[in-house]
């Protein structure tokens, strides 16, 4: 048994043995001719036939001149039967070499235990890679379960670990994967292209953010991680390309909860001769497509809410949102009253605030966290979407834009996207006198994207999906964290350390193991 704290003196002895004794710890390949989980699945046609496994050992009984262990590769778990005369005395005498967490690679014939239990008569062993460092696991009565990891701070730290032990985090992150190619195959059957725009930008836009600035030495210029995929989708619809996407990460230097990382996935989309309505139509046909596809049904449950995909998404106006929420009717409501029901709600907002962003402030308060079922909030204030078309009703105050919000979150953004150069100009002028009056979130003035416009850019629907909150919305994820494979985390402290739980059983001792789950 290794004590705590000398375990990798203790392993490092143990890897130095198997180099004396003439054994390669790391070497360079092992074909596998099966998966673990296949030879569960295809054992009536696999039985008695020889196939070669690998995986990392997560259990090891030695019991005199037999031993059993476990395996697990990507697809599951499998026994692997171990008799000191089928190994020869040498061989079998390196097992006490082997801790859990080692990898091993192993060829024998496929049989049913007693038990049983599917499993490999091994006829040879090989070490893939010793382990220095021993999984996090603790002692439970007589047998082992793997370390749930409850500090959810160390699963984000160290998320090999958290894979490492825990199956629920590995299904997460196939659950994301298969997102992904969902969103993808149904886009590319719908005749979208997907594209690929740069991440560094001379001139950063297509959202109201700060962003990550960083320099260029060869071009002795300062750019911009992009905060939005938005402006150069739309000169690629200039250009001819009708129906364009991209899927990539984005960055906002701001701060983090548990809606919001600073590195994020984004989708876009961009559909010329089509408005905002037709952007709502095909939002909602692509959510109920990935929901269904990824879980088998239209309702599931997220923070103690059963969410419902099969009905009609509701469609409502911001303003009688906020109406319904406060029963306060902002139609053509002064400055004052704004502010005053800023103040009620608990928002402090510099005076001088434009009308809009007051608006959407209170908005943001008192009705976004209430938005459980799908819901697609309509038409919102002009000042704070300076890339949206003005609405054919309303051109004067409103936008044609939505947003749809679940389970109190937002998950995408569109517009009917302004395609008026004129128009254009007149709104980035108004966001860079708002920047003069200490608003670093204001748009910059995009010259370049201003004369792409004045070539003609057709009709366009344009959105926005936050990828990263599907996934939470589909997993039952509490926290953006959880769906990111390393989220971005504050420097610990000096001293601190997050080194996993001591090993507290190794090859030797009864007991398999098992894995356990955070609730």
């Known amino acids: ?21 003439g054994v390669d710890p790391y070497p360079h390949t092992f074909h596998c001719s099966h998966g673990c989980q296949e030879v569960h699945d295809r054992f009536e046609q696999l039985a008695g036939t020889e196939v070669t496994v690998a995986g990392r050992l997560r259990s090891l009984r030695l019991m005199g001149k037999v031993a059993f262990g476990h395996v697990e590769d990507a697809s599951g778990t499998l026994q692997l039967y171990i008799r000191k005369d089928a190994l020869g005395a040498e061989v ?32 040879s062993i090989m070490v893939l890679s010793k382990a220095l460092q021993p999984m996090p696991i603790v002692k439970e009565k007589d047998g082992v379960v793997y370390d749930a990891f409850r500090d959810r701070e160390t699963r984000y730290r160290k998320r090999y670990l958290d894979l490492m032990v825990n199956a629920e985090t590995r299904e997460l992150f196939r659950k994301r994967a298969t997102t992904i190619s969902v969103l993808r195959r149904y886009l590319d059957e719908r005749g979208f292209l997907e594209v690929e725009t740069p991440i560094l930008q001379r001139i950063y836009g297509g959202g109201m953010a700060r962003p990550f600035r960083t320099h260029h030495r060869a071009l002795e210029m300062d750019l911009y991680l992009r905060i939005a995929e938005e402006l150069p989708l739309k000169m690629l619809i200039v250009g001819g390309l009708d129906r364009v996407y991209e899927i990539g990460r ?18 876009e989309f961009y559909w010329a001769y089509a408005d905002y309505r037709d952007g709502m139509e095909l939002v909602e046909d692509l959510l109920r497509h990935v929901i269904r596809a990824v879980t088998g049904d239209l309702t599931l449950s997220y923070g103690g809410d059963v969410i419902d995909f099969s009905v009609p998404f509701a469609r409502r106006t911001m303003m009688e949102l906020i109406e319904e929420s406060t029963g306060v009717d902002l139609v053509g409501a002064d400055d004052a009253t704004l502010r005053t029901l800023c103040e009620r709600l608990g928002a402090e907002m510099p005076a001088g605030t434009p009308m809009g962003k007051r608006i959407e402030k209170i908005f943001d308060l008192a009705v976004e966290p209430k938005l459980i079922q799908p819901t697609f909030v309509i038409d919102h204030p002009k000042v704070v979407s ?134």
Request: negative net charge; hydrophobic residues 35%.
């Open 1 to 21: 048994m290794e004590a705590p704290g000398d375990y990798r003196k203790i392993r490092r002895d143990k890897l130095r043995c198997l180099r004396e004794r």
């Open 386 to 519: 300076p890339l949206a078309k003005s609405h054919r009703d309303q051109p004067d105050e409103l936008v044609e834009r939505f947003e749809l919000f679940i389970a109190g979150m937002e998950f995408a953004n569109a517009f009917t996207e302004l395609n008026d150069p004129e128009e254009q100009r007149r709104r980035f002028e108004d966001q860079l006198r708002q920047r003069e009056a200490g608003d670093d979130e204001a748009h910059p003035l995009d010259e370049d994207f201003l004369t792409a416009l004045e070539h003609g850019m057709p009709p366009t629907a344009g959105v926005g999906i936050g990828v990263d909150r599907v996934v939470m919305l589909l997993t039952g994820a509490p926290a953006i964290r959880d769906v990111l494979l390393f989220p971005h985390m504050r420097p610990q402290s000096e001293g601190e350390t997050d080194q996993p739980p001591s090993e507290q059983q190794t090859s030797g001792q009864k007991g398999s193991a098992s894995r356990g789950m955070e609730p």
């Open 250 to 267: 984005v960055f906002r230097n701001e701060g983090l909860d548990r809606q919001h990382n600073p590195e994020f996935t984004l989708l």
């Open 92 to 123: 079998y005498g390196l097992l006490k070499q082997i801790d859990l967490g080692d990898f091993l690679g192993a060829r024998g014939k496929v049989f049913r235990t007693r038990m049983g239990e599917v499993s490999v008569q091994a006829e």
